[in-house]
């Protein structure tokens, strides 16, 4: 009788658990920019409270649209709209769920020091000089670069893009602060610079980087049906753009690592967390 029992116990052991293992692993991917980090990790942590088993995947940011909509990825908290990535979306809406933002007041757009006597994107036009006839942006393909090449085409401006990625565009920024030099920069908000170094943003009569965007949350087909607490968690994970640039300027600091930045965020934020996670 026990060695019936004990064959009978492994028999189903081995049916059931991995569907039941299958059913706790969420994978959330993002692109690393400095605010999906914050957020990713932020989700991550809270999930894991839950008792889910979470693998955070960082891709380009096509890929990750791409990711989300075959479902090789459940989720991302990590999709800027309506301008920045509104070509992925515009492709893949139909293959995906769109659940709505995490972040609003979100912005992008080009940012100068403060103290810079550029105000304008149009003051490019007679003082390109001024910032080396350069715009410093990031990887080539993103969504604020191609805003960027339109913007300089709408304002006929004699400057040159270049591309590189968020870190050698935030060490450009640095050494020009350090040297009170000139500076013109792809940026976005949320993004720790804006806590870390006193910057404005031109303005854009133009509108060549429309309003204010968010960032909103995929989800990837059948979510709501397959795991549908991920689904409800994911629907009220929300964060403001003043906490996120606070935990990615912490997460600038030497020997800092995202998923303690991410714990000592949710220890501070008790309430909001629980308020998720109900």
């Not at 270049?162 to 935030?170: E, L, Q, R």
């Not at 800092?256 to 308020?275: L, M, Q």
Request: glycine share 6%.
């Amino acid at each position: 009788m026990r060695a019936t029992t004990l064959g009978a116990l492994f028999c189903l052991a081995l049916t059931q658990t991995p569907a039941d293992a299958a059913s706790k692993q969420v994978r959330i991917a993002y692109v690393e920019w400095a605010d999906a980090v914050v957020a990713t990790n932020i989700l991550k942590l809270a999930l894991e409270e839950k008792g889910y088993e979470v693998k955070t995947i960082p891709l380009a940011a096509a890929a990750m649209w791409q990711a989300v909509a075959t479902g090789d990825a459940d989720a991302s908290v990590a999709a800027w709209l309506p301008v920045t990535q509104a070509a992925y979306y515009e492709k893949l809406k139909n293959r995906l769920e769109l659940l709505g933002p995490n972040v609003t007041g979100a912005k992008i757009g080009w940012a100068v020091p403060a103290s810079s006597s550029l105000n304008s994107i149009e003051d490019l036009k007679t003082k390109s000089a001024d910032v080396g006839g350069q715009v410093i942006g990031i990887d080539p393909g993103a969504g604020i670069m191609k805003s960027s090449e339109a913007a300089i085409k709408a304002y006929d401006l004699p400057v040159k893009l270049v591309d590189g990625s968020d870190a050698t565009m935030t060490s450009a920024l640095k050494d020009a602060v350090r040297q009170k030099k000139d500076i013109v920069v792809t940026a976005w908000t949320p993004h720790w610079m804006f806590a870390r170094y006193e910057l404005k943003y031109l303005a854009d009569p133009k509108k060549a980087f429309g309003d204010d965007e968010s960032v909103n949350t995929l989800a990837r087909k059948g979510l709501k049906d397959d795991m549908p607490e991920v689904y409800a968690i994911l629907k009220k994970f929300k964060l403001s753009v003043s906490e996120e640039e606070a935990v990615m300027a912490e997460n600038e600091e030497k020997g800092a690592k995202p998923a303690e930045t991410a714990a000592k965020w949710i220890a501070k934020n008790r309430s909001t967390v629980d308020g998720w996670l109900k």
